[in-house]
């Protein structure tokens, strides 16, 4: 699973079945993030401030 941290400007990456959570420095305000059909990569549309 990965979701958005806008206050940390991060994306963080879940792994459900360990519960370890990956953190990715992204742009400022992430608000979306989308998946590439081959789950390859994410792209996170940023607020900006």
Request: net charge neutral.
């Given at each position: 699973m990965v979701?958005?941290?806008n206050a940390e400007?991060?994306?963080a990456i879940v792994d459900?079945?360990?519960g370890n959570i990956e953190?990715?420095?992204v742009g400022i305000?992430?608000?979306q993030v989308y998946l590439a059909s081959n789950n390859e990569?994410?792209?996170v549309a940023n607020q900006g401030t």
């Open positions: 979701a958005t941290l400007n991060a994306l459900l079945e360990s953190k990715v420095g305000g992430p608000a990569f994410a792209y």
